[in-house]
Each structure stands twice: as C-alpha cells, then as structure tokens.
C-alpha cells in the first residue's frame, strides 16, 4: 500500500511538471507570434501635433509647411527586413523631390527681385511724376508772385496817380509884428555891436481837398531875413489833417539878441525913433506834406515852398500886415 501511495504521488509530480512545460511552450509561442506580427505590419507613425499658423515669415513658412507636410514628417527607424529599409529610402527620396516641387522656396528667391526691379521701376516712375508736379507746383507758384507784384504796382501806381491832383491848399494870411527892439551890446565872441529884439507871429491858411486820403504836415523853420542876415526864425508844430478838412496854423517867429554888426543901416542910431522905422523883409519857409494812401507803400509828398515879402514898420507894430498878395508860391 505504502508503494502504491508512492508510486501514484510520483505520477501526480511528473503530471504537473508535464503541465507546467506545456503552458511555458504556449506563452513562449503567443509571444513569438506577437512579435512577428508586429515585425511583418507597417509601424504607426506618431500622432502628428497640430499647428496654429499666424502670420509667419518666409522662413517660418518654410519651416512650418515641411514640418506639417506627411513627406516631410522625421523618418521612422524601422528594425525590420531591407525591404522596409528601402521603402523608407524610396519614400524619402519621393518626398524630397515633391517637396522640392512644391515648396517654392527658389520661386520665392528669384520672385523678389524681379519685384524689386518692378518696385524700382515704379519708385523712378514716382518720383519723376513727383518731380514733375513739384516743377508745375513752382511754376505755378512764380506765376502768382509774379502777377500779384504786377497787379499790386499797377494798383499803387493808380492811386499814386489819383492822388496828384489832390495837393493842399496852403497860403499865408497876416503877420503881425508885436514889437522890436534895438539896444547895444556885445555877441558871443566879445564884440560890441547893436543887437536886435524882435516878436512876431504868422498865420497860414492850410486845406487838404482830398476824399480818400488825410496829410501828415511839417514844415521848415520859418526865417525872417534882411537880406542874407537872418533876424528872426520860428517852427510849425507837426500836425495831421483829416481828408476835405482845413485849419488856420498860428506860429511865432522871434529874434532875441541878434546881433546887426551893421549890417542893417537903416536900424543905425534909430533907438531913440523906432516909430519911424521902415525895414523890407523876407519871410522863407517850405511846408511838407506826406499821404499815406495804402500804408506806407503809396506815399505822395506835396513841397510846398513859400517866400513873402513883408516890410517892418515902426508905426504899424501890433496891427496885421495882409500877405495874401504878398507871397510867392512854389
């Protein structure tokens, strides 16, 4: 019994053993299976990444379309058959060629300079059409000047000429002769001669007939002369005078110490009888008269030069001497 029980323990041993080695052989098999299988199909390429595209450049677009392109996707390391290997050999040189016929990269190179060239045709173009403008644009510019000038002389000249025959009415009235004196004594130098007093006032009658226009008037020192010697002088204030308005001037003409040395013989040794006094005198003087009718660019002057004959007498000091008729105008 004890060896019948051994004997079947021992076959229960041999049986599992034998079991054991088939289910070793089975996996062993699946695995080989498993993995010719997968050397005989085609390995997946990767899931390929997606692209966001946003305004790229040459270069980038260059880069992203031969990464995004499936022909120019990084080539799979195959450890299979040579036949694999020259599928991938076959597959890359087609790729690369219709990469190349694709991708127009040397397009792109030789494509801008022929623009270039068409750029710089259209810039010359420009800048010709720019120069030619600008010439019109100067031309056109002279011109104006040029017309304006003109027309603005012809314009002055006009109302320069209009304004002629507008010259102010001037004339002188009366002069009276206040008083005079004779007394001696001596100049500046020492010199003992008779020396002259004298006072007197002028008045002068001045009219602007003009309608478009008023005067600005001076007037030259007013100077009483016997003969080259001068014995009196007085000045008329600077004035204006509205268009087709008139005024009467009153200026004082005075001498004070002047010396005669002689040179008036009727006054010699006629201080005790000035009464009967009678000397000839010349009243010179010029008034000056300027329009402003544009401005300052349209400027007429009117000269008007005077010379009365008035006589000093002792016995009419203080009344009015008329010098209507008494006056050179010129």
């Not at 003009?210 to 003969?227: D, I, K, M, N, R």
């Amino acid at each position: 019994l004890s060896l019948s029980t051994h004997t079947h323990t021992q076959a229960h041993i041999y049986i599992h053993r034998i079991i054991l080695l088939m289910a070793v052989t089975m996996h062993a098999k699946s695995d080989s299976e498993v993995t010719s299988i997968d050397a005989s199909s085609p390995p997946r390429s990767p899931r390929r990444p997606l692209y966001y595209v946003q305004s790229p450049s040459q270069h980038d677009v260059e880069k992203m379309s031969y990464g995004s392109s499936p022909f120019g996707s990084p080539g799979h390391h195959y450890h299979c058959s040579p036949i694999h290997h020259s599928r991938e050999s076959s597959t890359s040189r087609f790729s690369a060629s219709l990469k190349n016929a694709r991708h127009p990269a040397a397009w792109k190179r030789i494509q801008p300079r022929h623009e270039d060239h068409a750029d710089d045709d259209d810039e010359d173009d420009d800048e010709g059409n720019d120069e030619g403008s600008g010439n019109h644009v100067r031309f056109y510019v002279v011109c104006f000047v040029f017309s304006f000038v003109l027309l603005f002389t012809i314009f002055s000249l006009i109302l320069w000429a209009a304004s002629l025959p507008y010259k102010p009415e001037i004339f002188v009235k009366i002069m009276v002769f206040h008083g005079f004196t004779i007394q001696a004594g001596m100049d500046g130098t020492g010199v003992p001669t008779d020396m002259l007093t004298l006072n007197s006032t002028i008045k002068i009658f001045y009219r602007n007939p003009a309608t478009f226009f008023g005067l600005h008037v001076t007037s030259t020192p007013l100077e009483l002369h016997y003969y080259q010697l001068k014995v009196a002088s007085g000045y008329v204030k600077k004035f204006y005078q509205s268009r087709k308005s008139q005024r009467i001037i009153a200026a004082a003409v005075l001498g004070n110490q002047v010396p005669l040395y002689g040179g008036v013989p009727v006054l010699s040794g006629a201080r005790d009888h000035l009464e009967s006094v009678s000397v000839p005198l010349n009243l010179t003087f010029v008034m000056r008269s300027r329009a402003h009718v544009l401005g300052r660019l349209v400027q007429p002057k009117f000269y008007r030069r005077i010379l009365c004959e008035v006589t000093l007498k002792g016995n009419r000091l203080g009344k009015p001497h008329n010098l209507t008729n008494s006056c050179i105008y010129k």
